[in-house]
């Protein structure tokens, strides 16, 4: 017996009908089945990990600007306490320090006031680029299709660069999440005309959703061998 793709379940009629008559076809919207299902599963998920992004970006972008304003302040402070540290340990002056956790602050606190600035608007532009990427993939949109593979594709020479340089945990999974992001947008998506482009992907779609599916898939429309 043939496995059917759709569930039935007969239910009572209502007790406060708020209509007569059932409404015609126009007028009820069938939810989504089949893959434009599933595309739409996986684009929200992907839309959830842009949001993410979006919210660490942002809070990046305000704490750079954030020490920019009081850069001096804690600049003082940090080799103050550094040097303090150092001295208890029997080290020598935190400039001498060339390599490492203290050489990177280091070279963050010699930043300039407008580099720093320069710094949190590029943080925060690109933010809100992943927050564009986040609510047009919500939507399903073909064009935050193209955008996310195009923000993301721009990027993967430099994160294969980082995990040649050094390798993480969280830098490789960052890494293997982007190429399935962008193999499953160019691939499966059909972008840039691949494997017949939105055309190909819109006839797909409307096999699967409509009336006309519905009623292919339907119990009793197929024939049943004896």
Same mark, same amino acid.
């Given at each position: 017996?043939?496995? =059917?793709? *759709?569930? @039935?379940?007969?239910?009572?009629?209502?007790?406060?009908?708020? +209509?007569?008559?059932?409404?015609?076809?126009?007028?009820?919207?069938?939810?989504? +089945?089949? +893959?434009? =299902?599933? *595309?739409?599963?996986?684009?929200?998920?992907?839309?959830?990990?842009?949001? /993410?992004?979006?919210?660490?970006?942002?809070?990046?972008?305000?704490?750079? /600007?954030?020490?920019?304003? #009081?850069?001096?302040?804690? +600049?003082?402070?940090?080799?103050?306490?550094?040097?303090?540290?150092?001295?208890?340990?029997?080290?020598?002056?935190?400039? #001498?320090?060339?390599?490492? /956790?203290?050489?990177?602050?280091?070279?963050?606190?010699?930043?300039?006031?407008?580099?720093?600035?320069?710094?949190?608007?590029?943080?925060?532009?690109?933010?809100?680029?992943?927050?564009?990427?986040?609510?047009? =993939? @919500?939507?399903?949109?073909?064009?935050?299709?193209?955008?996310? !593979?195009?923000?993301?594709?721009?990027?993967?020479?430099?994160?294969?660069?980082?995990?040649?340089?050094? =390798?993480?945990?969280?830098?490789?999974?960052? /890494?293997?999440?982007?190429?399935?992001?962008?193999?499953?947008?160019?691939?499966?998506?059909?972008? !840039?005309?691949?494997?017949?482009?939105?055309?190909?992907?819109?006839?797909?779609?409307?096999?699967?959703?409509? @009336?006309?599916?519905?009623?292919?898939?339907?119990?009793?429309?197929?024939?049943?061998?004896?």
């Amino acid at each position: 017996m043939p496995a =059917l793709r *759709d569930s @039935w379940l007969l239910l009572p009629p209502p007790e406060h009908a708020g +209509r007569e008559y059932p409404p015609d076809r126009d007028e009820i919207e069938l939810p989504l +089945r089949g +893959r434009p =299902l599933r *595309d739409k599963i996986v684009l929200r998920l992907i839309a959830i990990d842009r949001a /993410f992004h979006f919210v660490v970006l942002a809070l990046l972008s305000v704490a750079i /600007f954030l020490f920019a304003a #009081n850069q001096r302040a804690l +600049r003082d402070t940090f080799y103050r306490v550094v040097a303090d540290l150092q001295q208890g340990l029997g080290g020598g002056p935190v400039h #001498n320090t060339n390599t490492g /956790f203290l050489h990177e602050l280091d070279k963050i606190f010699s930043l300039q006031g407008g580099q720093l600035h320069l710094l949190g608007v590029a943080v925060g532009a690109y933010a809100v680029l992943e927050l564009v990427e986040a609510v047009g =993939l @919500w939507h399903a949109k073909r064009c935050a299709e193209y955008l996310t !593979f195009i923000a993301t594709g721009v990027f993967l020479p430099l994160e294969v660069y980082e995990l040649a340089n050094r =390798l993480s945990p969280l830098k490789i999974l960052a /890494f293997i999440i982007n190429v399935a992001v962008v193999a499953y947008l160019l691939y499966a998506k059909r972008l !840039f005309g691949l494997r017949g482009g939105g055309r190909a992907e819109e006839e797909l779609r409307e096999r699967d959703v409509g @009336w006309e599916a519905l009623e292919r898939t339907a119990p009793g429309t197929a024939e049943v061998p004896a």
